[in-house]
């Protein structure tokens, strides 16, 4: 159906942070499918991984043990800290899951209507438990009525979650992302996920944290909570997971580990032996390469380069990010640059309306990330003049 507007442009074949159309060109890829190939295109871990799995077994259902699944959860407990992992198939699925998980949460303790607080400029999926939690009107606009049962604060505003917790007899948890990326690559203060989760301790609320687009090493660290020193009750994994094969997850420490019992919640396809495979092998090699030390200097690389670049135009109102999330806002809309970037043969995108964002792979090398630095700011500072 027509629910994208795709550019004119097909790619046949990828490499690391490279991606060639149909008539053999190349393209610099500074976005990874939206922060999908965390690795770069077909990483030769991950495809091999797909490729022994793919000859041994594909599906069998959660109906029986599956180890690779096993072994995956394993995996994110260790790296993670949680106890417990549900397998989905999409990042609004994994949230969907720690919706689910929330209204258990507060139903168990009779609360009647149990409400979630979510957060203005948030990105949570498409389906309509996510969408009615996303802050995006746009997202939500013609597919009314909403899902009930969330509460909407400003982003980085703990006063009005103080509020809330005043005033509110039925709010049992919290989702909000660390950075919004949909949203504008915005950072909240360096002490926001302490003070929620300072506040959620003390009303037993759940912090639940959609670290779908800042997960996996993105930020620096494997997820974006572990820059502060807190860990959240739940969080959601999808994007980087899988490197391109579709896997999302949904982890989950203490008491809300234990919520879900059998026949609580499901998915026929998610955890399933082939995507299971590939995520361990995307584990494996962030963390055989180093990847998140990787994306965390190369990311300190790019914004002073970008600093020093931009800094001096008016039109550019802030140049920020952490590890390998980058945003350029600009005064202005420049939908346009989208566009006028494919043309320098190079990926990028513009959300929010006026802001470049890059999510280039982890995998970049030095000579890319200078290039992309030339390309972009050159772009950017054509498109002022
Ligand atoms: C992309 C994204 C989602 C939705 O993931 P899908 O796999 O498209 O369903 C949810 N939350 C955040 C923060 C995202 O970036």
């Not at 039925?170 to 302490?194: C, F, H, Q, R």
């Not at 997971?241 to 896997?247: A, H, R």
């Not at 992309?372 to 054509?382: G, M, N, P, T």
Request: glycine share 8%.
């Amino acid at each position: 159906m027509n629910t994208y507007a795709p550019l004119d442009i097909c790619f046949e074949r990828g490499e690391g942070a490279c991606l060639y159309d149909n008539q053999g060109t190349e393209f610099l890829d500074a976005l990874s499918g939206i922060a999908v190939c965390g690795l770069g295109h077909c990483h030769p871990a991950v495809t091999q991984a797909i490729q022994q799995q793919a000859e041994k077994l594909l599906h069998t259902s959660n109906l029986y043990c599956i180890q690779n699944q096993q072994q995956l959860a394993e995996q994110l407990c260790n790296i993670s800290g949680m106890d417990r992992v549900f397998f989905s198939n999409s990042g609004a699925e994994a949230n969907e899951a720690a919706i689910k998980l929330a209204r258990l949460y507060g139903n168990q303790q009779n609360i009647e209507n149990p409400s979630i607080i979510v957060t203005d400029g948030s990105f949570h999926g498409r389906t309509l438990a996510t969408l009615s939690a996303t802050g995006n009107r746009k997202v939500q606009a013609g597919f009314e009525p909403l899902v009930h049962g969330f509460i909407r604060a400003p982003y980085n505003d703990i006063d009005a979650i103080k509020s809330i917790a005043q005033n509110s007899i039925n709010t049992v948890a919290i989702l909000v992302e660390p950075i919004l990326g949909e949203g504008g690559v915005k950072l909240p203060d360096e002490n926001y996920l302490s003070e929620l989760r300072r506040i959620c301790d003390e009303n037993n609320w759940l912090l639940m944290l959609d670290e779908i687009q800042t997960g996996m090493g993105r930020t620096g660290q494997w997820f974006a909570f572990q820059h502060s020193k807190i860990k959240p009750d739940v969080m959601t994994l999808a994007k980087g997971l899988g490197n391109g094969v579709p896997i999302g997850a949904c982890l989950a420490q203490g008491k809300a580990a234990e919520l879900f019992q059998p026949g609580n919640h499901g998915s026929t396809f998610g955890g399933n032996p082939l995507t299971c495979a590939a995520a361990s092998a995307v584990i494996d090699t962030i963390s055989a390469d180093n990847l998140c030390q990787r994306a965390e200097q190369l990311g300190n690389k790019m914004l002073k380069a970008f600093t020093a670049q931009l800094d001096s135009v008016a039109a550019v109102k802030s140049i920020r990010g952490k590890g390998l999330m980058l945003g350029i806002e600009l005064d202005r809309d420049c939908t346009e640059l989208v566009a006028k970037a494919l043309q320098q043969n190079c990926l990028i995108n513009v959300t929010a309306g006026n802001i470049v964002r890059l999510l280039p792979p982890l995998i970049l090398s030095d000579q890319q990330a200078d290039r992309i630095v030339e390309i972009v700011s050159k772009l950017i500072k054509d498109f002022l003049n």
